[in-house]
DNA sequence: TCCGTTTGTCTACGTTTGTAGACTCACTAT
DNA sequence: ATAGTGAGTCTACAAACGTAGACAAACGGA
């Protein structure tokens, strides 16, 4: 029942993102948005939405005869998903070992540190609280 | 000539963590530890060897008649590379974004917090020194 | 010298992913 | 009715992946 791990490819990611930007969309206007900015043909991006439907990660919807797609799940969970494995995968858990193996490699703008800071603070009030 | 994307797989995580633990080691060792970690048959973990190989993510070297495999790619710069994919996949490239999606799912410890805090200082300095 | 073992290479096969053509049904303007 | 169009479904197919068996050359004892 629980769509719970549901994992996103590539090319899955690019439909989900074209229905985060903007909720219930017919199959008409993701293929017409995907086949300017991704270059694919209709019946790919159809595809993948039956796919993507597959998995639970969209629901459609019927009207007359047109369907209508809607994210099933969030970008958030999404995205959290794929970042506990990669933490899981490559820093072994580690949030902080991730973080500064990228300020290593590029610095991080001031604007970025301000929230990061922010974010920080946050966290630690709302872990002790 | 640049190995510079290299991109692994899960499967190929795995061989390179053995790799990277324990610097040249031979095919022979490579298995049995696998096998054991993995469940691998050899073959499975030879045919990853050659595919890393391929990739030009490790390197062997033939002492008589057997191979002694080593990383090529650092685990760093592996976690690196799959580390900007996915920000700039799932956070548009965005460090915060990623950060406190995490921290809104799972608190962080008081220790990654110290972490996290003195990441950001030090990242502060080499900044704008 | 003959055999079992070790080590390396090739081939294989089912599944997933990216990508897309073909077919079909319904609707509409002639 | 009739042909063209829009929409949905099916099938296809190559490349990537996970996984592994088969085969061959070399090695070490009996």
Chains 1, 2 share one sequence.
Not at 30 to 55: D, H, I, N, V
Not at 57 to 84: H, I, N, Q, Y
Request: aromatic fraction near 4%; hydrophobic fraction near 35%; include cysteine.
């Amino acid at each position: 029942m629980e769509k719970e791990n549901i994992a996103l490819t590539d090319a899955e990611w690019s439909v989900m993102e074209c229905l985060w930007t903007h909720a219930p969309r017919t199959g008409r206007e993701l293929t017409e948005e995907l086949g300017k900015t991704c270059g694919w043909s209709r019946s790919t991006t159809l595809t993948l939405l039956s796919r993507l439907e597959a998995k639970g990660a969209v629901g459609t919807e019927s009207d007359g005869r047109v369907k209508t797609f809607v994210p099933r799940v969030s970008r958030e969970e999404a995205a959290l998903r794929e970042t506990e494995d990669l933490l899981t995968r490559a820093y072994r858990g580690s949030l902080s070992l991730m973080v500064s193996t990228l300020t290593k490699k590029q610095a991080l703008s001031r604007e970025e540190l301000e929230e990061l800071y922010a974010i920080l603070k946050k966290a630690e009030e709302d872990g002790h609280a």
